[in-house]
């Protein structure tokens, strides 16, 4: 079992930055790969960042690609979501997720509460 809590959501204009964090709980953190999902109203959640245990390895959903960057700390147990030259279509809920695969969507098991985003324009 994996408890995740994500914070440093907030309103940003247009052309900003912000980095959200995910702290885990437990001693099996390296063992999951990490994602970050977002949901939009009325849109499905998506994946849209993933990072493999390791660290080495990274996946990006065409339309955050050279904006944003996940990174993470196995020794503190947290992920991040480093999202740069936001846009007022990137507003959503963010979702932290632990799974097996950092490009699948459907191998992530445990969510966080999610962290709302809103760039105004």
């Known amino acids: 079992q994996v408890q995740l809590v994500e914070s440093g959501g907030g309103l940003v204009q247009a052309g900003g930055s912000l980095r959200l964090s995910c702290v885990a709980s437990?001693?099996?953190?390296?063992?999951?790969?990490m994602g970050w999902f977002r949901q939009a109203p009325g849109n499905e959640r998506e994946l849209i960042a993933g990072?493999?245990?390791?660290?080495?390895?990274?996946y990006y959903v065409r339309s955050v690609k050279g904006r944003f960057t996940i990174s993470r700390d196995n020794a503190k147990n947290t992920v991040y979501l480093q999202m740069n030259s936001l846009k007022p279509e990137d507003t959503a809920v963010y979702y932290c997720?632990?799974?097996?695969?950092?490009?699948?969507?459907?191998?992530?098991?445990?969510w966080g509460q999610g962290t709302q985003v809103t760039v105004s324009s």
């Open positions: 997720a632990a799974g097996r695969a950092p490009y699948a969507d459907q191998t992530y098991a445990y």
């Open positions: 990072i493999n245990r390791s660290g080495g390895s990274t």
């Open positions: 437990g001693r099996t953190f390296s063992n999951h790969a």
